[in-house]
């Protein structure tokens, strides 16, 4: 974490902490550089010695972990330049630590389900082919709309753990989509219907899905 602002420091490391991070903060862009490697970056363009975005573009290449700009330079156009450098996601200030540790995770998840998700995949009696973008059940192929299908998709990468509503909205709607979490179980019931007994979308109560395959 680059942060200068000692409190928002101080209350985020123990946040991160909390979730399980092992976060190091620095105040400076060059404590930054010091710090690496590191496995991710939380990074706040306002620093006392050397621009963010100038600090952004150095870390972009002497380091492959995702970055996420934490800034209170907050306009639409400062969101679209922060994006358009290449961030993995961006958050302006003030933000809830809960919103940040969502898209940190979803950032993860993402980053490691690119390089993770197989072509075609079997899922008990499921079978995903994410080239053709289409999916069978005991070899039957299923209709789904292409929110049905990103979310199956999702749910494919990692069965048996749960994923939460929030990850499914960032992967399938987007990170930066604002709106109610309950849309997903609109889709999921109609998926369901359509997948049958074969194939098991359970609700973990107050957090999300879980795929498992019920053979
Ligand atoms: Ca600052």
Request: hydrophobic content about 45%.
């Amino acid at each position: 974490m680059v942060e200068d602002d000692r409190a928002i420091a101080s209350a985020l490391h123990r946040a991160l902490e909390r979730e399980g991070f092992s976060p190091v903060t620095v105040g400076t862009a060059a404590d930054a550089l010091n710090a690496l490697p590191v496995d991710f970056v939380l990074l706040d363009l306002g620093l006392p010695d050397r621009d963010g975005v100038e600090l952004f573009a150095r870390l972009r290449e002497v380091s492959p972990a995702p970055v996420i700009i934490v800034t209170a330079r907050g306009t639409e156009e400062d969101r679209v330049a922060g994006l358009d450098l290449g961030a993995d996601d961006y958050v302006v200030k003030p933000f809830g630590v809960r919103e940040l540790v969502a898209r940190m995770n979803a950032v993860l998840r993402r980053a490691g389900s690119r390089d993770a998700a197989p072509t075609d995949q079997r899922v008990g009696a499921l079978e995903i082919d994410r080239r053709a973008r289409t999916v069978h059940v005991d070899g039957v192929e299923i209709a789904c709309t292409p929110k049905e299908y990103a979310i199956i998709e999702f749910l494919a990468r990692d069965p048996g753990s749960v994923i939460t509503r929030q990850e499914l909205l960032d992967s399938v709607w987007g990170a930066n989509w604002y709106g109610s979490t309950k849309m997903i179980d609109v889709h999921v019931a109609a998926l369901r219907k359509k997948l049958g007994d074969a194939v098991v979308i359970e609700t973990v109560r107050g957090v999300g899905f879980r795929l498992v395959d019920p053979r």
